[in-house]
């Protein structure tokens, strides 16, 4: 079993930046992608980004390509989600998730992820 938690929202004016962190404990060594995902009230958890825990690769939605980076430090456990450029569209309440296995299914599928953190508030003012 792997937990992972969340931290580093807030409340930021359109144009600022904001990074998010998301350690994880337990079996990490079983981690294999750590994604995040964001929620607005009413709407499906939609795909922001992944990375591949071992190689490193980065995943994105088109939405946030070219503003959001995404990155871990292994030795540290810990992902995180740089977002630059920040829209008021970007308000969600973000989500870290663990990705035990590879598989053939898509990356940006949240039902592939079996460990959830329990999110934290992002704000972006215009």
């Known amino acids: 079993q792997v937990h992972v938690v969340e931290s580093g929202g807030g409340l930021v004016q359109a144009g600022g930046s904001l990074r998010l962190s998301c350690t994880a404990s337990g079996r990490t060594a079983s981690t294999v992608f750590m994604g995040w995902f964001r929620q607005t009230p009413g709407k499906e958890r939609e795909f922001v980004a992944a990375i591949s825990w071992s190689e490193g690769t980065n995943y994105y939605a088109d939405s946030v390509k070219g503003r959001f980076a995404i990155s871990r430090d292994n030795a540290k456990n810990t992902g995180y989600l740089l977002m630059n450029n920040l829209k008021p569209v970007d308000t969600a309440v973000y989500f870290c998730?663990?990705?035990?296995?590879?598989?053939?299914?898509?990356?940006?599928?949240?039902?592939?992820?079996?460990?959830w953190g329990q999110g934290t508030q992002v704000t972006v003012s215009s």
């Open positions: 998730a663990a990705r035990l296995y590879r598989g053939d299914e898509p990356i940006h599928r949240p039902y592939t992820y079996g460990s």
